[in-house]
């Protein structure tokens, strides 16, 4: 068994795939149209052929108040791994991107959390 592909809830697709191409470097994999949203999927350009993330419409009325609440208590939906936080928090700080917490050294890794511009906030993490 193993994790082929894993989703976070958009408000926009498109506006998502902007910046999670654009501004975090991630490729588009899919974009196959399904009525008004699509199968919208990006990769990392380190594993083309890896997990895909699905960038999926937030339509769903339960989605509203679940990722209220986990904003609200600060918690991200989502975590990609980097090698090196400070690196990468410097990276899109430059880009503009929103950090809600800056890099933390949290013991057996370093984390960081940031606003991905389409509802959640995302962690990023380096192992120790």
Not at 18 to 37: E, M, R, S
């Amino acid at each position: 068994m193993r994790i082929n592909l894993t989703s976070v809830f958009v408000d926009d697709q498109r506006a998502a795939l902007a910046f999670y191409t654009d501004v975090l470097g991630f490729v588009k994999h899919h974009d196959i149209p399904i009525g008004d949203a699509a199968w919208l999927t990006v990769v990392s350009p380190d594993a083309p052929d890896g997990p895909q993330l699905l960038l999926e419409p937030a339509g769903h009325p339960a989605v509203k108040p679940y990722r209220d609440a986990l904003r609200e208590d600060g918690i991200p939906l989502a975590q990609f791994a980097v090698d090196d936080v400070a690196t990468e928090h410097a990276r899109l700080a430059a880009k503009g991107v929103e950090f809600t917490m800056p890099p933390t050294d949290i013991g057996t890794a370093v984390v960081a959390v940031f606003d991905d511009t389409c509802g959640n906030l995302i962690q990023i993490v380096a192992e120790k």
